[in-house]
């Protein structure tokens, strides 16, 4: 089985602030991570992936993340928050078979 | 190129009715997903697709809810007898191959209100 936490429901960041998205998955085979944005009224759209290759992933729109097997966690962060980065976020897994487990989401709210 | 499109955009229905919700997936994927996004569970997996093999239906909630892809590219996902907690996005989502590193790309949904 696999699963996945996302710590806190609510982000509020000021504009130009550091945005640090936590996730932690478990899982009980070698996992496949992704983070996805969903902005209103919108489908999911990738942000980044990681697939055993490097542990820093880079994704779109300045994210990053790190995949740190000790700590099972996948946080994403972005150096320098924009007002346009106000969305929900998603951490999902893939362990056995092609679905993806999701977490709870992360809304981020970026005050000007 | 064009994304993955789902239809009706919108849609509700009375408790009871059945309803019928369609998804196109990017030309030439070979596999298709189903999600819902509910208030009370989040995110959760209802059924995939790949190629000619049987399809992996162990999200479906009940035997009300089912699903199928004709000629390997359209998708339909069925409701019968509607209840008020199918009320939900349903999303669905595609990918070129059922590989588990491949990305999987998602539609703008279909919002089910169900009175």
């Known amino acids: 089985a696999q699963s996945v936490t996302q710590l806190g429901s609510h982000v509020s960041v000021s504009e130009g602030a550091l945005v640090l998205l936590r996730c932690n998955y478990s899982?009980?085979?070698?996992?496949?991570l992704f983070w996805y944005v969903q902005y209103p009224n919108q489908g999911l759209q990738l942000l980044l992936k990681?697939?055993?290759?490097?542990?820093l992933v880079k994704g779109i729109n300045g994210f990053e993340a790190e995949f740190k097997k000790s700590e099972t966690s996948f946080h994403l962060t972005k150096p320098s928050a924009h007002m346009s980065d106000a969305a929900e976020y998603f951490c999902?897994?893939?362990?056995?078979?092609?679905?993806?487990?999701f977490g709870g989401g992360t809304r981020v709210l970026v005050k000007p | 190129g064009a994304g993955v499109s789902q239809s009706p955009s919108n849609k509700v229905t009375e408790k009871g009715k059945d309803v019928e919700l369609r998804c196109d997936p990017i030309?030439?994927?070979?596999?298709l997903y189903w999600y819902r996004q509910s208030l009370g569970q989040g995110l959760e997996f209802l059924i995939y697709?790949?190629?000619?093999?049987?399809?992996?239906k162990s999200g479906l909630p009940s035997d009300r809810f089912s699903a199928e892809r004709t000629g390997g590219s359209v998708s339909t996902l069925t409701i019968q007898r509607t209840q008020q907690e199918d009320s939900a996005v349903y999303l669905c989502?595609?990918?070129?191959?059922?590989?588990?590193?491949?990305?999987?790309?998602f539609g703008p949904g279909t919002r089910l209100t169900v009175l």
């Open positions: 989502a595609s990918s070129l191959r059922e590989v588990s590193t491949d990305t999987q790309y």
């Open positions: 899982s009980s085979v070698p996992p496949y």
């Open positions: 990681y697939t055993s290759a490097a542990t």
């Open positions: 999902a897994v893939k362990a056995a078979g092609n679905k993806l487990t």
């Open positions: 030309s030439g994927h070979t596999a």
């Open positions: 697709f790949q190629g000619n093999s049987a399809p992996d």
